[in-house]
């Protein structure tokens, strides 16, 4: 069996900016407070290259994936910078606070494991381990505020709001398939253009460490009911896959529930300390998502393998390709390949000018 993730990559990246965007040193509640600290904009954004996504008509085929756009605060100041497809981060049916810190470490691969790094003079990470507990406030809080994002963003511009399902004490997957479809409506109704149904988290009435799409037959009720729910495009977000015949066959068979996917949501691997102790307290957390520069190899194979069975397979979804992105090169590459969409994550909290860099490169190409 071919695998398609085996090891680390460094990529040299573009990343130029002192200081994250989110503060690692702060709690999730402090960056949702506070909002990002970005520098000023351009007094003209070069001009997009244009895009269609779904039936939308976008300024840029460049966005950023759920995690970072935490609120309103963080849409609006990243909508203005040049990005045009605006992840709201993943919402929930119940508030649930993040992990403590620390919950975001600086990491560096070695071999099969991910060491955490002092988080004190962070530049230009090439990983990040990141293990939050998915976070999210109360839905009347969400829902206005994802109401707040979609008048902040402008012409050419989408929202999409990412949604997890809350699984309920000994509750089968009809009640978390109807958790997520609640969820969904509510983004819907509140002016979301798209609903990202996140799938890559861990199953929670398992302790193998198996992720909600690695059970096809789940993932596609819980398709089934989100789609039932809404009438905006919906995306499966998924993470990494083994090998190429798995992925084919997932994407096969949850392609007639959904309108696109969203590859790859980081690289799960087991993160320790120095002495090689399990950086996290909490067991359950000894393995975590990583992404960064450089998971970009091993998730632009996952994209490549994607669009090659979509090609094969005669089933016109979109793929929104997300991992490791960090230079204006890649965003090219990723969409000369034939991605509908780049999306980012470490690269907009690390060069938040990043989305001007690339259309200025696309003007110039023009």
């Not at 996917?261 to 300390?273: W, Y």
């Not at 998971?295 to 390709?321: D, M, N």
């Amino acid at each position: 069996m071919e695998l398609l993730f085996d090891t680390f990559q460094s990529q040299r990246s573009e990343l130029r900016i002192r200081r994250l965007a989110y503060r690692l040193d702060r709690s999730y509640a402090w960056n949702y407070s506070h909002g990002p600290t970005l520098p000023r904009r351009p007094s003209r954004l070069p001009p997009g290259p244009g895009a269609q996504l779904f039936d939308y008509r976008l300024n840029s085929p460049l966005g950023i994936g759920a995690g970072i756009l935490l609120n309103s605060k963080w849409v609006d100041a990243y909508a203005h910078l040049g990005f045009d497809v605006l992840t709201y981060a993943t919402v929930r049916s119940a508030a649930r606070p993040a992990y403590p810190l620390p919950n975001i470490t600086p990491a560096e691969s070695r071999d099969e494991v991910v060491v955490a790094r002092r988080t004190g003079e962070v530049t230009a990470p090439n990983l990040l381990a990141l293990s939050t507990g998915s976070p999210s406030q109360e839905p009347d809080v969400w829902r206005k505020d994802v109401r707040r994002a979609k008048e902040r963003i402008g012409s050419g511009q989408i929202l999409v709001v990412s949604v997890i399902g809350t699984p309920a004490p000994d509750g089968e997957g009809d009640a978390l398939a109807t958790d997520y479809a609640q969820c969904a409506t509510w983004a819907t109704e509140s002016g979301a253009d798209a609903i990202e149904v996140h799938l890559a988290w861990p199953r929670p009435e398992t302790a193998d460490g198996r992720m909600v799409y690695d059970d096809l037959r789940l993932s596609a009720y819980i398709l089934d009911r989100v789609r039932a729910a809404v009438r905006v495009p919906i995306v499966a977000k998924l993470g990494g896959f083994r090998s190429a015949r798995v992925l084919h066959e997932t994407l096969t068979k949850l392609a007639p529930w959904v309108h696109g996917f969203v590859l790859v949501h980081g690289i799960r691997r087991r993160l320790v300390d120095e002495s090689g102790n399990p950086f996290f307290a909490d067991k359950d957390r000894a393995v975590t998502r990583v992404i960064g520069p450089d998971t970009f190899t091993l998730c632009s194979r996952q994209v490549e393998e994607g669009i090659a069975w979509r090609k094969a397979g005669a089933w016109p979804r979109a793929l929104l390709a997300l991992g490791g992105i960090a230079s204006v090169d890649q965003v090219r590459s990723t969409l000369r390949a034939g991605a509908d969409v780049a999306l980012v994550d470490t690269a907009a909290l690390v060069d938040p000018l990043f989305a001007v860099r690339t259309r200025g490169s696309f003007a110039t190409a023009a």
